[in-house]
């Protein structure tokens, strides 16, 4: 039986705003709605990585936590295809050209991520591991 612990449907829907820059016309892609549940225009899931818990805390303490969507550019507009908490992995989507949406964390998501931190722990920055087992512990018994 899969658990569902790191896993949440979100649906949500997108709408456009035209814009004109410079005498071109453009449309503007923005996310107008989003649910914690599986019934809309667009459901992906949100699934939550033991690795990306650094990014989650950060959101988490920002003053407006953001989910993000990774969308394919079509004809038709955006095709939302990932979505993530973490704004590590929005900014590597964003550094390979690719379209982002955000929208406000729903706050039944904000509380679901808090709990999984508790869960899990919040992760130690890799600056701050220990290099090998016992590293820093002889100076403890010097004088």
Not at 31 to 57: F, K, Q, W
Not at 117 to 122: D, I, N, S, V, Y
């Amino acid at each position: 039986m899969a658990s569902d612990d790191n896993l949440r449907h979100i649906s949500f829907a997108l709408a456009s705003q035209r814009q004109e820059v410079k005498g071109f016309t453009s449309l503007a892609w923005h996310i107008a709605s989003m649910g914690c549940h599986d019934n809309g225009p667009y459901v992906l899931p949100l699934t939550l990585m033991l690795t990306e818990r650094t990014a989650y805390r950060f959101n988490l303490d920002s003053q407006q936590p953001r989910l993000f969507v990774r969308c394919e550019a079509t004809d038709e507009g955006p095709d939302p295809r990932e979505m993530t908490a973490s704004q590590d992995v929005a900014a590597n989507w964003l550094d390979g050209d690719t379209q982002v949406l955000d929208a406000p964390m729903p706050l039944a998501i904000q509380a679901w991520l808090e709990a999984y931190l508790a869960r899990h722990g919040e992760r130690i920055e890799a600056g701050r591991k220990k290099k090998r087992a016992g590293a820093g512990r002889a100076r403890q018994h010097q004088e």
